[in-house]
């Protein structure tokens, strides 16, 4: 969206019988839902299946456990067409950050070698780039690229990085914190003609992009299932490809490590694999009720409108444009720029999302980036615009009495269990849903 350009609330998505689709959800709706990108939501259909997956595997364990790779297998495939990749090539893994812990267990010792990340890179991921490079001896370089950087310019920040002694570069598809693309299909070409490993950390990919690893020219990509595909929590998938790809073991040894890739990953003990086996029926859900394709148009255009209500309301308050010009935006995720003085680390972000949370009766995502504090949008089909016009209205003028006093939450202060009594300076009891 244009800084100029308005936009119009989408009507909302309702299910076949004519109830609004939060319906499908099993959300608390004692609490407005904008945060749908940091641990996703299971439809009530998914969560159904697993729980008579897991009454399957309580009845009789002793077959349940020895069956199970193969019925992985299965599920391998459907989730490999889902992401039109070959299922060959596609591994079952908790989340994106164990796909990387993977990938970084299996690469060589290199004498000084050099991995190659960006400042936007997740920090769990960043972490083990880190934890990698000292135990090569080597070090990380840190690609910094602008919030506004288009695609050449992006480019041109992470290729400026490569050098003689680079062995991996890590790059975020969709980056969580600031809610952009960077060119890694590009970066990838560029990778491979020097020679050097790519892994691709696409956690927000799966249901945001239709096809994230058309013609992706980088080995080793990552990505979550249980954030825009709705599947139940711990279901990613590892894709590999390449000559490096048989170096790859899961996380834990067990009978399937003689298997080659990626079978080898469809047998870890007792592991509780239900949530891959019902990760199916998630995505299935979402196509047969509206189909991927309107999914994604209407995510896009309420984050649209709900970055312009909110950011109208925070212009309002503080007189200075929240607006914010993100180079390479993604379908269905905005920023929107928070009072001075909200947000501006991760920490201060976090304590900010638990006090909204305890306090405001709202799930939030708070980001910061260059010492600037962040409210990141995630929309999706059981989101409505009430959800964002209730925001602006009234949680907006909270956030800018908090930044005005300085009243920000404590890190690490805890939220009370619900239910409990309102705490000091909750919002007034939420309005119903907007009707069909």
Known sequence: MSKTELV????????????????????????????HGSFGAVPLVAQRRQEALRAEMERSPVVWFPALPQRLAATRADLAAFLRVDAADLALVPNASAGASVVYAALDRRGGGEIVVTDHGYGAVTMGAERLA???GGRVRTARVPLDA????????????????????????????TARRLPVERIGAEARRRGVAMLVDGAHAPGLLAAPLADA???????????WGCAPRGTAALVARGPLRERLHPLIDSW???????????????????????????????????????????????????????????????????????????????????????GTTRVEADALRDRVARELDVEAAFTSFDGIGYLRLSAHVYNTADDYEHFAEECVPVLGDWAATGRCAAPGRPRPLRPGPPSSGSAAPRPPRRPA
């Open 134 to 136: 000292r135990r090569w």
């Open 256 to 342: 399937g490590a003689p298997d080659p890739y990626p079978d080898r990953f469809d047998q870890q003990g007792t592991l509780d694999a239900t949530s891959y086996l019902a990760a199916p029926t998630a995505l299935a859900f979402v196509e047969r009720s509206w189909g991927w394709p309107a999914a994604r148009r209407y995510m896009d255009d309420l984050a649209d409108y709900g970055a312009q209500v909110i950011g109208a309301a925070v212009t309002r308050l503080t007189g200075e444009d929240s607006r914010v010009d993100v180079g390479m935006p993604v379908p269905g995720m905005r920023l929107v720029r928070l009072p001075d003085g909200l």
């Open 217 to 227: 020219p980088y080995d080793f990509w990552t990505g979550n299932l249980h954030k």
């Open 8 to 35: 119009t609330a989408p009507d909302p998505l309702l299910l076949a019988d004519g109830r609004l689709a939060v319906e499908a959800w099993s959300l608390d709706p004692a609490l407005r839902h904008l945060n």
């Open 150 to 177: 288009d695609e050449d310019q992006a480019y041109e920040a992470v290729v400026a990085e490569l050098g003689e002694a680079t062995e991996l570069v890590v790059v975020d598809q969709i980056t969580s914190a």
